[in-house]
């Protein structure tokens, strides 16, 4: 009877995580960040854990934005079919220190900051419906 009786407070304080295919999972415990990353499939985690789950396969994106150009003029811009991926080897840092939204802190400052960059180098008329 006591078996029975810890058995079921165990199952009811455990927790699984699942991890679909083309995916990757990152373990956060209690006690900090796991180090290793949780390959696809269903993984018990304990009761107070959680596992982000970040999808390795690419990623698009557009970013529209404007910007000035090297004479002041206001240009709006489009960055188009922007492809992009975690990186497997690097997912556990990721998530300790940006976390699951990792595109806005860290993917899109970068493109629209580039973006302006090679907007400004340009006079407006030099951009008039030009690919970059």
């Not at 985690?45 to 529209?64: C, M, N």
């Not at 998530?95 to 400004?120: F, K, M, N, Q, W």
Request: proline share 5%; with cysteine.
């Amino acid at each position: 009877m006591r078996a029975a009786l810890t058995t079921i407070a165990f199952a009811g304080f455990s927790a699984c995580a699942t991890v679909p295919s083309g995916s990757a999972g990152v373990l956060l415990k209690p006690s900090g960040v796991a180090r290793e990353t949780q390959g696809e499939g269903v993984h018990f985690i304990g009761p107070f854990a959680r596992s982000d789950v970040y999808d390795l396969r690419a990623h698009e994106q557009t970013e529209d934005l404007a910007a000035l150009s090297a004479d002041g003029g206001m240009i709006e811009a489009r960055a188009s079919v922007l492809t992009y991926h975690p990186v497997p080897a690097e997912l556990v840092a990721l998530d300790r220190e940006v976390g699951p939204h990792y595109y806005e802190v860290v993917v899109r400052p970068v493109v629209r900051s580039t973006l302006r960059r090679i907007i400004a180098g340009f006079r407006a008329d030099q951009l008039e419906h030009r690919t970059v």
